[in-house]
Nanobody
Framework: QPQLVQSGGGLAHPGGSLRLSCAAS????????MNWYRQVPGNQRELVAAIFDGGTTNYASSVKGRFTISVDNAKNTGYLQMNMLKPEDTGPYYC??????????????WGQGTQVTVSS
C-alpha cells in the first residue's frame, strides 16, 4: 500500500523561502497528479497548487508567481517551492496525489501534513 510522506516546512521570515516535499513510498509507483492544500481558518483546505500528467500546473491566485509545484518521477517525489513568503501563508500544508502501482488502479492518497510558519 503506497504512502505519501511529507517533509520540509518549518519557520521562515517574510520574504523567505521554504520547500515542501511529498514522497510516495513503495515500488513500481506512478504519480499521475499531485495537489498541495493548506488549511485556512474554519478548518477548510484551500487548494494552493496542482500538477497533472504532462506537466500542466495550476495555482491559487494568492500564490501565483511565488510558489512552484513540480514532480520528480524518478524519485517518486513532488515538491512545493515557496518563495517570497508572507505571514498569510502560515498554516498546515497537505499534499495529495493520484497514484497507481504497477500500472494498476489509480487511487487518491494524502500526506500527513506539515506546518509552515511565516513570521518575523
Amino acid at each position: 500500500q503506497p504512502q505519501l510522506v511529507q517533509s520540509g516546512g518549518g519557520l521562515a521570515h517574510p520574504g523567505g523561502s521554504l520547500r515542501l516535499s511529498c514522497a510516495a513510498s513503495g515500488s513500481m509507483i506512478s504519480i499521475h497528479a499531485m495537489n498541495w492544500y493548506r488549511q485556512v481558518p474554519g478548518n477548510q483546505r484551500e487548494l494552493v497548487a496542482a500538477i497533472f500528467d504532462g506537466g500542466t500546473t495550476n495555482y491559487a491566485s494568492s500564490v501565483k508567481g511565488r510558489f512552484t509545484i513540480s514532480v520528480d518521477n524518478a524519485k517518486n517525489t513532488g515538491y512545493l517551492q515557496m518563495n517570497m513568503l508572507k505571514p498569510e501563508d502560515t498554516g498546515p500544508y497537505y499534499c495529495n496525489a493520484i497514484l497507481s502501482v504497477a500500472g494498476g488502479e489509480k487511487r487518491l492518497y494524502w500526506g500527513q501534513g506539515t506546518q509552515v510558519t511565516v513570521s518575523s
